[in-house]
């Protein structure tokens, strides 16, 4: 695939025009921090932390309506929303690889296949990892190598371009005067950069890989973990790959009937007639929210349900080592 | 997709939170990770706290009383009837049978809006808030002790704790983020001490659990006082040099043993002992409380003994150390620092100076009443007498808060509330005026570590609503008093004109994580840690206290403790409404010990009646020994089993928060 450069204040010309065609998501700075919004001229926050509302967001939305009803009259009125054409512009490669699961889950549910399809997605390859990450270790970032409909990484000269797919090489061709074509030594010092920032993120938890979190899932000390989990679903709610739902009526006699979003920390996510509950501690709820990430999910779409964000660590409230589990046995 | 940075609506920690909007509907919520409190964390009700903004139930127009119906009415009709029947009350039967309930919901500059309505317009200094009903006794204790009723330090200081001594709060429900700084503290190092009748999430995480007789505050806490001093672990130049009436102190603890103190409290001595050495020795000492301290008719005796402890180990004044009233709601701080309490203008300036009252009447350009007002269980008291008449109620839903709810039934002649749902309440009212939510309107919250910071608005009032500050703005010019307040950003410019410990607050320095007050001026830092160098009202002073004889009532031989739970807020307006939160605790329980419950022979699940002496309910039982026998407890959000109804009107007699947390019950199976 060819690659291209555009110079560094080509950048916000790009995305200015493009955000007249259709609706921009990027990273801004909000008060001070980082958050995806429809952009609008504002300064982009790209080479700050991953926001911690993740972008996923606009694929699977905290909630939705599904349906709006009557019920004196029975009628019932569904209102399907027409998606609106959108570019992701600035999401991450962990995020990336979020989709790439969802994409596996929800192949079949409409709502999220109309969103992803109106949606170009623009990675920013991560040459500034956080401090909770740990993609590297289990091989997803800090690059991505697929599934992006255009691959930007920040270099000396303003940023290598790399198309991924029809839809990026589609977007490209509208803005040739703004592109150059790449150089050898452009891709070159990409990889030096992210041999660099993956360097980065191995030194922040060097002992983290898969085979040892699962072996860390067998070993945790679920009860007295669970003791301190706050039940906040904090880890759920910024989990880029955790995608539970709920359907509830909103309103008697008139509402909506909705999904959002919902957690399998909770009690009330599994729990039964006569209140019986499967996972009746808090602790053995833990324990599933990991084994569906790196035992259930994997099973059944053949990826693991971790992307190594380390959001899930930002947002804890009870000292619970989330990021990998592995300080809570000792390894 | 827009995302506005502004401030969680549910508990006094006063969290940072991004509300997320598209086509002006609020569809999500995010943590400020740049808040210095949230950082990036928020607790199960703070996550969901966008959920119950567009709900089809919303109050979306005005209503006005017709017999036994209320119609939809214009803000018109609304607004001139309110105006015209408070006039006539106020002419006919005097200023004084006119009352304001604000909102501690509501912002600092509704409140303050409020507040003058009151004062400058009703003349009546009949005005007050829900802080009655929690922390009216760190009020009145902690300002005659220490010289301020507020938390002394921000949560984040007890991070930096070597002991936290928690009594009667159930943190890692209610105060999730101050609950998460006490971890913090633990997994450094810190010891936590938990002194509460329940086994609590936080009492589970402690190095040691006393589980006390409920209402024998004052006897446990004199105990470690007295172990203290008889180990001379206090603080000699502390007590010299900052503090007055240690002599009284050193006397009216002298009974405490650790053997009596276990015979009222039933805290084995030798644990009392274990508690009060590592409190004692502790270089950093910090004290956590909350309703469980206050809703007692000795509330007030239960705060003044825990200063006493705190003063006696030199444990203020400086990070990791301090006293810590956790406040119930987002902006009870703030109700009260407006000024919304009968007896104290803005600021804490009393309405018995006739200094401070000049300085408000000429600001406002009307004359002030001089006696101070009603308190809100008094109000309600009155009512029920005759001798107040009207009431404005603001977001607040008496109905099912306040105890013994039978007599807030009693006629009125005229009752109007504000509210974004249809309550209790608002089912008596003759007009009920629909406001604006928290995401639909400017202004700040007060956090209970006395935090200033700003809430902003994210969309339109749904509805046809209007923000409470509108409506209170609207009222006073059409009572006579023309405001002139286009935005809530200059009320509080009037605010800070007024308020000393406001004096340096505006809009423009209020960035994201706000400012703590005092901040005299606009130059001023802002104080973090109070009582530094020196106490505002020069020395400390000590305050002797006595525990009072709890005696068991033969017929009615349990003790109802009333709370809240993680996934509930309160009566449930808003959070019963959120769909996640009430899923998870979607009806009442009332939960007993196992061993009460083998003798009265019930299962979990199985219905009981509860009885107090004049009212009664039935009530599905939880088994579980997280209370102790002859105990049991119930939270108070469910009209299902309105737990209010059974609770006590006895009345602190200094501070008049009513006893919530000591009722004698009697249980049996249906």
Same mark, same amino acid.
């Given at each position: 695939?060819?690659? @291209?450069?555009?110079?560094?204040?080509?950048?916000?010309?790009?995305?200015?025009? &493009?955000?007249?065609?259709?609706?921009? #998501?990027?990273?801004?700075?909000?008060?001070?921090?980082?958050? @995806?919004?429809?952009?609008?001229?504002?300064k982009?926050? &790209?080479?700050?932390?991953?926001?911690?509302?993740?972008?996923?967001?606009?694929?699977?939305?905290?909630?939705?309506?599904?349906?709006?009803?009557?019920?004196?009259?029975?009628r019932?009125?569904?209102?399907?929303?027409?998606?609106?054409?959108?570019? #992701?512009?600035?999401m991450?490669?962990?995020?990336?690889?979020?989709?790439?699961?969802?994409?596996?889950?929800?192949?079949?549910?409409?709502?999220?296949?109309?969103?992803?399809?109106?949606?170009?997605?623009?990675?920013?390859?991560?040459?500034?990892?956080?401090?909770?990450?740990?993609?590297?270790?289990?091989?997803i970032?800090?690059?991505?190598?697929?599934?992006?409909?255009?691959?930007?990484?920040?270099?000396?000269?303003?940023?290598?371009?790399?198309?991924?797919?029809?839809?990026?090489?589609?977007?490209?061709?509208?803005?040739?005067?703004?592109?150059?074509?790449?150089?050898?030594?452009?891709?070159?010092e990409?990889?030096m950069?992210l041999?660099?920032?993956?360097?980065?993120?191995?030194?922040?938890?060097?002992?983290?890989?898969?085979?040892?979190?699962?072996?860390?899932?067998?070993?945790a000390?679920?009860?007295?973990?669970?003791?301190?989990?706050?039940?906040?679903?904090?880890?759920?709610?910024?989990?880029p790959?955790?995608?539970?739902?709920?359907?509830?009526?909103?309103?008697?006699?008139?509402?909506?009937?909705?999904?959002?979003?919902?957690?399998?920390?909770?009690?009330?996510?599994?729990?039964?007639?006569?209140?019986?509950?499967?996972?009746?501690?808090?602790?053995?709820?833990?324990?599933?929210?990991?084994?569906?990430?790196?035992?259930?999910?994997?099973?059944?779409?053949?990826?693991?349900?971790?992307?190594?964000?380390?959001?899930?660590?930002?947002?804890?409230?009870?000292?619970?080592?989330?990021?990998?589990?592995?300080?809570?046995?000792? #390894? | 997709?827009?995302?506005?940075?502004?401030?969680?609506?549910?508990?006094?920690?006063?969290?940072?939170m991004?509300?997320?909007v598209?086509?002006?509907?609020?569809?999500?919520?995010?943590?400020?990770?740049s808040?210095?409190?949230?950082?990036?964390?928020?607790?199960?009700?703070?996550?969901?706290?966008?959920?119950?903004?567009?709900?089809?139930?919303?109050?979306?127009?005005?209503?006005?009383?017709?017999?036994?119906?209320?119609?939809?009415?214009t803000?018109?009709?609304?607004?001139?009837?309110?105006?015209?029947?408070?006039?006539?009350?106020?002419e006919t039967?005097?200023?004084?049978?006119?009352?304001?309930?604000?909102?501690?919901?509501?912002?600092?500059?509704?409140?303050?809006?409020?507040?003058?309505?009151?004062?400058?317009?009703?003349?009546?200094?009949?005005?007050?808030?829900?802080?009655?009903?929690?922390?009216?006794?760190?009020?009145?204790?902690?300002?005659?002790?220490?010289?301020?009723?507020?938390?002394?330090?921000?949560?984040?200081?007890?991070?930096?704790?070597?002991v936290?001594?928690?009594?009667?709060?159930?943190?890692?429900?209610?105060?999730?983020?101050?609950?998460?700084?006490?971890?913090?503290?633990?997994?450094?190092?810190?010891?936590?001490?938990?002194?509460?009748?329940?086994?609590?999430?936080?009492?589970?995480?402690?190095?040691?659990?006393?589980?006390p007789?409920?209402?024998?505050?004052?006897?446990?806490?004199n105990?470690?006082?007295?172990?203290?001093?008889?180990?001379?672990?206090?603080?000699?130049?502390?007590?010299?040099k900052?503090?007055?009436?240690?002599?009284?102190?050193?006397?009216?603890?002298s009974?405490?043993?650790?053997?009596?103190?276990?015979?009222?409290?039933?805290?084995?001595?030798?644990?009392?002992?274990?508690?009060?050495?590592?409190?004692g020795?502790?270089?950093?000492?910090?004290?956590?409380?909350?309703?469980?301290t206050?809703?007692?008719?000795?509330?007030?005796?239960?705060?003044?003994?825990?200063?006493?402890?705190?003063?006696?180990t030199?444990?203020?004044?400086?990070?990791?150390?301090?006293?810590?009233?956790?406040?119930?709601?987002q902006?009870?701080?703030?109700?009260?620092?407006?000024?919304?309490?009968?007896?104290?203008?803005?600021?804490?300036?009393?309405?018995?100076?006739?200094?401070?009252?000049?300085?408000?009447e000429?600001?406002?350009?009307?004359?002030l009443?001089?006696?101070?007002?009603?308190?809100?269980?008094?109000?309600?008291?009155a009512?029920?007498?005759?001798?107040?008449?009207?009431?404005?109620i603001?977001?607040?839903?008496p109905?099912?808060?306040?105890?013994?709810?039978?007599?807030?039934?009693k006629s009125?002649?005229?009752?109007?509330?504000?509210?974004?749902f249809?309550?209790?309440t608002?089912?008596?009212?003759?007009?009920?005026?629909?406001?604006?939510?928290?995401?639909?309107?400017?202004?700040?919250?007060?956090?209970?570590?006395?935090?200033v910071?700003?809430v902003?608005?994210?969309?339109?009032p749904?509805g046809?609503?209007?923000?409470?500050?509108?409506?209170?703005?609207?009222?006073?010019?059409?009572?006579?008093?023309?405001?002139?307040?286009?935005?809530?950003e200059?009320?509080?410019?009037?605010?800070?004109?007024?308020?000393?410990?406001?004096?340096?607050?505006?809009?423009?320095?209020?960035?994201?994580g706000g400012?703590?007050?005092?901040?005299?001026?606009?130059?001023?830092?802002?104080?973090?840690?109070?009582?530094?160098?020196?106490?505002?009202?020069?020395r400390?002073?000590?305050?002797?206290?006595?525990?009072?004889?709890?005696?068991?009532?033969?017929?009615?031989?349990?003790?109802?403790i009333?709370?809240?739970?993680?996934?509930?807020?309160?009566?449930?307006?808003?959070?019963?409404?959120?769909?996640?939160l009430?899923?998870?605790?979607?009806?009442?329980?009332?939960?007993?010990?196992?061993r009460?419950?083998?003798?009265?022979?019930?299962?979990?699940?199985?219905?009981?009646?509860?009885?107090s002496?004049?009212?009664?309910?039935?009530v599905?039982a939880?088994?579980?020994?997280?209370?102790?026998?002859?105990?049991?407890?119930?939270?108070?959000?469910?009209?299902?089993?309105?737990?209010?109804?059974?609770?006590?009107?006895?009345?602190d007699?200094?501070?008049?928060?009513?006893?919530?947390?000591?009722?004698?019950?009697?249980?049996?199976?249906?």
């Amino acid at each position: 695939m060819r690659s @291209f450069l555009l110079p560094r204040d080509g950048l916000v010309l790009f995305l200015n025009d &493009l955000s007249k065609k259709l609706e921009l #998501i990027a990273p801004v700075m909000m008060e001070g921090e980082p958050v @995806f919004v429809t952009w609008s001229g504002e300064k982009l926050a &790209l080479d700050s932390e991953n926001p911690l509302a993740s972008p996923v967001e606009f694929f699977l939305p905290q909630e939705e309506v599904l349906f709006r009803y009557v019920q004196y009259s029975g009628r019932y009125t569904f209102e399907e929303e027409e998606p609106r054409p959108r570019m #992701i512009f600035g999401m991450r490669p962990c995020d990336l690889k979020a989709v790439e699961v969802l994409d596996r889950i929800f192949g079949s549910d409409h709502l999220y296949v109309d969103r992803r399809r109106s949606t170009v997605i623009a990675v920013l390859n991560c040459i500034t990892p956080g401090e909770g990450c740990f993609c590297a270790q289990l091989g997803i970032g800090p690059g991505s190598e697929e599934g992006y409909d255009l691959l930007f990484t920040e270099v000396e000269d303003g940023y290598l371009v790399e198309p991924g797919s029809p839809a990026g090489t589609l977007v490209l061709r509208d803005y040739a005067d703004l592109f150059t074509e790449a150089r050898p030594h452009h891709l070159a010092e990409k990889k030096m950069k992210l041999d660099m920032a993956e360097e980065a993120v191995r030194r922040l938890g060097p002992q983290i890989s898969i085979p040892l979190i699962e072996e860390a899932i067998e070993e945790a000390p679920w009860e007295e973990i669970g003791e301190r989990c706050l039940r906040c679903g904090g880890c759920s709610f910024v989990c880029p790959v955790c995608h539970c739902f709920n359907v509830v009526d909103r309103g008697v006699p008139d509402g909506e009937r909705l999904r959002c979003r919902d957690s399998c920390i909770f009690s009330g996510f599994a729990r039964m007639a006569n209140d019986i509950n499967p996972r009746m501690s808090q602790g053995e709820r833990l324990r599933n929210w990991y084994k569906n990430k790196f035992v259930y999910l994997p099973e059944r779409t053949g990826l693991v349900g971790c992307v190594g964000c380390g959001r899930c660590s930002r947002v804890c409230l009870g000292p619970i080592d989330r990021k990998g589990l592995l300080k809570e046995v000792g #390894i | 997709m827009e995302k506005i940075l502004t401030t969680c609506p549910y508990c006094g920690c006063g969290c940072g939170m991004f509300l997320h909007v598209e086509d002006g509907q609020v569809v999500g919520s995010s943590p400020s990770t740049s808040h210095p409190l949230s950082r990036g964390r928020l607790c199960v009700k703070g996550w969901l706290a966008h959920d119950f903004i567009h709900h089809p139930d919303r109050l979306r127009s005005p209503l006005i009383r017709d017999d036994d119906r209320q119609i939809k009415a214009t803000w018109e009709d609304a607004l001139s009837l309110v105006s015209r029947r408070m006039k006539e009350i106020m002419e006919t039967f005097g200023p004084d049978s006119l009352a304001v309930l604000t909102s501690a919901k509501g912002t600092n500059e509704e409140n303050y809006l409020l507040m003058k309505l009151a004062r400058a317009v009703l003349k009546t200094n009949n005005v007050d808030h829900v802080a009655r009903l929690c922390h009216a006794p760190s009020v009145t204790g902690l300002s005659a002790a220490l010289g301020s009723g507020a938390m002394t330090n921000p949560h984040r200081s007890l991070i930096s704790a070597d002991v936290v001594l928690v009594t009667g709060s159930n943190t890692t429900e209610q105060h999730p983020l101050a609950a998460s700084c006490i971890m913090e503290a633990k997994s450094r190092g810190a010891k936590l001490i938990v002194v509460d009748p329940r086994t609590t999430g936080i009492a589970r995480l402690a190095d040691l659990h006393l589980v006390p007789e409920v209402g024998s505050d004052v006897a446990w806490t004199n105990g470690m006082v007295k172990v203290i001093i008889d180990e001379g672990l206090f603080d000699q130049e502390f007590i010299e040099k900052r503090t007055e009436g240690f002599g009284l102190l050193e006397e009216a603890v002298s009974g405490y043993t650790p053997e009596l103190v276990e015979k009222i409290s039933g805290i084995p001595a030798v644990d009392l002992r274990r508690a009060a050495v590592a409190f004692g020795s502790a270089e950093r000492g910090s004290i956590v409380y909350a309703m469980g301290t206050t809703q007692h008719a000795n509330g007030t005796e239960n705060v003044l003994a825990l200063a006493n402890l705190a003063l006696v180990t030199g444990n203020l004044g400086r990070e990791g150390t301090g006293i810590y009233p956790l406040r119930g709601h987002q902006n009870v701080q703030g109700a009260c620092d407006m000024g919304a309490l009968p007896d104290l203008y803005p600021g804490y300036q009393p309405v018995s100076d006739a200094g401070v009252r000049e300085k408000f009447e000429k600001a406002w350009g009307a004359s002030l009443p001089h006696r101070p007002g009603l308190t809100a269980m008094e109000i309600m008291e009155a009512a029920e007498e005759g001798r107040v008449r009207g009431i404005y109620i603001s977001g607040e839903n008496p109905m099912l808060s306040y105890p013994d709810q039978d007599r807030v039934r009693k006629s009125l002649e005229f009752l109007a509330v504000a509210e974004i749902f249809p309550t209790e309440t608002t089912a008596l009212a003759d007009v009920v005026l629909p406001v604006a939510s928290f995401a639909e309107k400017d202004g700040t919250f007060t956090s209970t570590e006395r935090r200033v910071q700003r809430v902003r608005k994210a969309i339109d009032p749904v509805g046809g609503s209007r923000s409470e500050g509108e409506v209170a703005v609207e009222l006073m010019n059409r009572l006579g008093l023309e405001s002139g307040y286009s935005r809530p950003e200059e009320v509080m410019e009037e605010i800070a004109r007024l308020v000393p410990i406001y004096g340096g607050i505006g809009y423009p320095r209020l960035g994201a994580g706000g400012i703590f007050w005092p901040c005299p001026d606009s130059g001023h830092p802002a104080t973090e840690i109070l009582h530094q160098d020196s106490f505002s009202i020069g020395r400390a002073r000590f305050h002797p206290t006595a525990h009072q004889d709890l005696k068991r009532d033969e017929e009615y031989p349990f003790v109802l403790i009333t709370g809240r739970c993680l996934f509930h807020f309160h009566t449930g307006t808003m959070t019963r409404r959120t769909p996640l939160l009430e899923r998870e605790k979607p009806r009442p329980k009332i939960e007993i010990n196992p061993r009460d419950a083998e003798k009265i022979c019930i299962g979990c699940g199985r219905m009981v009646v509860v009885e107090s002496k004049d009212h009664r309910l039935t009530v599905e039982a939880e088994i579980i020994p997280d209370v102790p026998p002859k105990t049991v407890f119930m939270p108070f959000h469910f009209r299902e089993a309105p737990a209010n109804l059974l609770t006590s009107q006895r009345l602190d007699p200094r501070s008049k928060i009513p006893a919530l947390k000591r009722t004698p019950v009697r249980i049996t199976r249906v």
